[in-house]
Nanobody, 123 residues
Framework: QLQLVESGGGLVQPGGSLRLSCAAS????????IGWFRQAPGKEREGVSC????????YYADSAKGRFTISRDNARNTVFLQMNSLKPEDTAVYYC????????????????WGQGTQVTVSS
């Protein structure tokens, strides 16, 4: 059974850092694209950063460029999102999602979703 579990969220001050983890089980990570999405109350879900595991192709939203880095550890079936220089606007529930590798990265058509982890950036 395909499962995605996010962790690493929490409360951080502006300018701080967090590293989110997405632990995948029940499937071979290399056959999929993995994405980090976020949703704040009253706002649409948006793609933050995504990666096609097989070739390492990445995508970053403009809001994330230069601050966030997506990476993976294939042996551990885990994808990370390193978030630096966090801003209050980054506050949201962050979701890990997976889809077959052929998907266009960071669209909202991902098939499998984790339950999310809360990130709050506040003084």
């Amino acid at each position: 059974q395909l499962q995605l579990v996010e962790s690493g969220g929490g409360l951080v001050q502006p300018g701080g850092s967090l590293r989110l983890s997405c632990a995948a089980s029940g499937f071979t990570l290399g056959h999929y694209a993995i994405g980090w999405f976020r949703q704040a109350p009253g706002k649409e879900r948006e793609g933050v950063s995504c990666i096609r595991i097989s070739d390492g192709t990445t995508y970053y939203a403009d809001s994330a460029k230069g601050r966030f880095t997506i990476s993976r550890d294939n042996a551990r079936n885990t994808v990370f999102l390193q978030m630096n220089s966090l801003k209050p606007e980054d506050t949201a529930v962050y979701y890990c999602a997976a889809h077959y590798r052929a998907i266009q990265l960071c669209t909202r058509d991902y098939k499998y979703w984790g339950q999310g982890t809360q990130v709050t950036v506040s003084s």
